[in-house]
């Protein structure tokens, strides 16, 4: 790769940390930890099954969505508190496709991609010159807005009761098979997706803006560009967990996307570290999907184990090695 | 690659430039010619409204006064990436490479402007943006080796010394063939080996089509390298001249080479 000859001759000598592995190095270790990963969730249908692998079908879903609110946080420095608004277009889109247009999910996916990059853009434009906390509270605006808009309009939503997603998308395979395959596959293609985009010109004039925004300026990259295309694809992600949300647990309503499910998305985000790995994102999943379920017991102390699961897990997780860390994070070429 | 037949081996002219903020005068009534082929330095004392001057000509600050044309193209108005489309290319005066990015990385978005791999291919394996891709990484490594840093490739930025960012960010700013070259203060933080690379990698970017400017404190290296250099002091040209005659200007000697320099 980088066999090039010296310009300089005697060029100054430079000693590279020799603890620190090489980019490329990192990846080969995190790709063989993704596959074997991979091939251990694609067989717990094989080993368990009902309750738990439907649990997990979700689970999936929502570390897609924690992909999105990463995918953010990552290429824009920017923090929502809205995302459950995007991840809500798309379900809806999918249950409103079925019902209208009978519609199955391989064919409403796209189309909930499509309407997620529409309602980033429309959100994104006039929000433009918004950073940081002042951008977080207006996606959170949005979130406080969502239920209640979707009550307001319930001839189409479906109102408190929502709508229901029961069309199969591939003949021949079983229900829960169906529910629990179908989001895996789509948080392994949305990682694969990610992975690759990390090597694109768009990403690394994403980055150099996110750190230095007179440099990427100088080198013809526009801020407004570079704000618009990450709201545009974050809230792509998002609306690709909905409409996989929607289909695994087969219904949609608006008590699932509340500004609590919004903030439960960032927490999840945090949680695995931002990252864009399929680790990092199954971790934000199961904290996000199977630790209430876990703690479900508890009764009255739910909120506070909660809480402090969430501690440890943060607490922990910045206590690793930075090159564990960097491993758990990914997303880098 | 964008630029009309117009600014081709085109001067870059400054003409009664004057730049202000909140009433303090940075810039006054600046008029500058840097001229294709030739290599130009900008010196002066701290504060003399260099980098200011710099900012102006990349677009980064809009000036109140006067105007700047390439050949016969007027840039008023022309925010930075319009500028980057004409050939502008710049170097900062703190580093401005990004931490996430490999060195090879930052240097290949300095070919940003001259790449059009779209979404599709940013996201699928497709062919036409894995050779866009390796083109990039060719030119960005050939721009390392300019600078002799290509060994340093897929480093991370954390990992270097300052001096080596700095070339870094040169190799960034030269791998686009620019037009017009703005380095700011390129050679602070090398030692003297460094510097000595520096300043001939600096003689060897000379070429008929580029307007070539560099700000710099190290006035062996001005003296060397530039073929005409322009004095600033508190924000007005106070001399302009070969390098020889900047050197026996009695004004000059006054106010920054008596004061800084040996």
Request: aromatic share 6%.
């Amino acid at each position: 790769m980088s066999s090039l000859p010296l310009g300089g001759p005697g060029g100054v000598a430079v000693s590279p940390d020799p603890a620190v592995p090489t980019v490329s190095r990192r990846w080969d270790v995190s790709t063989i930890v993704s596959v074997l990963g991979m091939l251990v969730l694609a067989a717990l249908p094989l080993v368990g099954g009902g309750y738990w692998i439907f649990t997990l079908g979700v689970c999936f879903a929502n570390a897609i969505a924690i992909l999105s609110v990463s995918f953010l946080v990552r290429y824009a420095g920017e923090v929502s508190i809205g995302h459950g608004v995007f991840v809500a277009a798309g379900a809806y889109t999918v249950a409103l496709a079925e019902k209208y247009l009978s519609l199955p999910l391989w064919a409403s996916l796209p189309l909930a991609a499509a309407v997620g990059v529409v309602l980033g853009i429309v959100f994104a434009y006039p929000t433009r010159h918004l950073a940081g906390i002042y951008l977080a509270v207006a996606t959170m605006a949005l979130a406080l807005a969502l239920p209640e808009l979707l009550l307001h309009f319930s001839g189409v939503s479906g109102g408190y009761e929502g709508l229901y997603v029961k069309l199969h998308a591939l003949p021949g395979v079983s229900t829960a098979m169906q529910r629990y395959y179908l989001p895996l596959a789509g948080l392994v293609v949305v990682v694969l997706l990610l992975r690759h985009f990390r090597r694109s010109r768009q990403a690394m004039a994403l980055l150099l803006i996110r750190t230095s925004a007179h440099a990427a300026e100088s080198f013809g990259v526009r801020r407004s560009w570079a704000r618009l295309s990450c709201m545009a694809l974050s809230s792509a992600i998002a609306a690709i967990a909905g409409a996989l949300l929607s289909f695994s647990s087969s219904t949609v309503s608006p008590n699932s996307f509340t500004l609590g499910t919004s903030i439960f998305l960032l927490v999840g985000s945090v949680v695995s570290l931002y990252s864009l790995s399929l680790f990092g994102a199954v971790l934000g999943g199961v904290f996000l999907t199977l630790v209430p379920l876990l703690l479900a017991g508890a009764g009255d102390w739910v909120p506070i184990l909660y809480g402090g699961a969430l501690l440890a897990v943060v607490l922990g997780l910045n206590a690793l090695p930075a090159r564990m860390r960097a491993r758990l994070q990914g997303g880098r070429s | 690659m964008s630029a009309g037949a117009g600014v081709l081996n085109a001067p870059l002219t400054v003409q009664g430039l004057g730049l202000s903020f909140g009433g303090i005068q940075v810039l006054q009534d600046i008029a500058l010619r840097l001229e294709p082929g030739e290599i130009t330095g900008l010196i002066g004392p701290n504060g003399a409204g260099k980098t200011s001057l710099f900012n102006c000509l990349t677009g980064l600050y809009v000036p109140q006064a006067g105007n700047i044309r390439l050949g016969d193209l007027s840039l008023d108005g022309l925010a930075p990436p319009g500028r980057s489309a004409l050939g502008f290319s710049r170097s900062f005066q703190h580093v401005a490479l990004c931490p996430e990015l490999s060195v090879v990385e930052n240097v290949m978005v300095g070919l940003d402007r001259q790449s059009s791999a779209g979404w599709l291919a940013a996201f699928l394996p497709l062919p036409r943006g894995r050779l866009e891709r390796l083109r990039n990484r060719g030119l960005a490594m050939t721009a390392l080796s300019r600078l002799g840093i290509a060994r340093l490739a897929d480093e991370a930025p954390q990992q270097l010394p300052p001096g080596m960012l700095r070339l870094a960010e040169i190799a960034r700013a030269i791998a686009g063939t620019p037009r017009v070259l703005l380095l700011d203060e390129p050679a602070a933080g090398l030692n003297a080996a460094e510097t000595r690379e520096l300043s001939a990698a600096v003689a060897r970017l000379r070429s008929p089509q580029l307007v070539l400017v560099i700000v710099e404190h190290d006035m062996d290296l001005i003296m060397e390298v530039c073929d005409t250099i322009h004095v600033l002091n508190v924000g007005r040209v106070l001399a302009s001249g070969r390098p020889q005659a900047i050197r026996d200007n009695a004004d000059v000697v006054r106010v920054y080479l008596g004061g800084d320099d040996e």
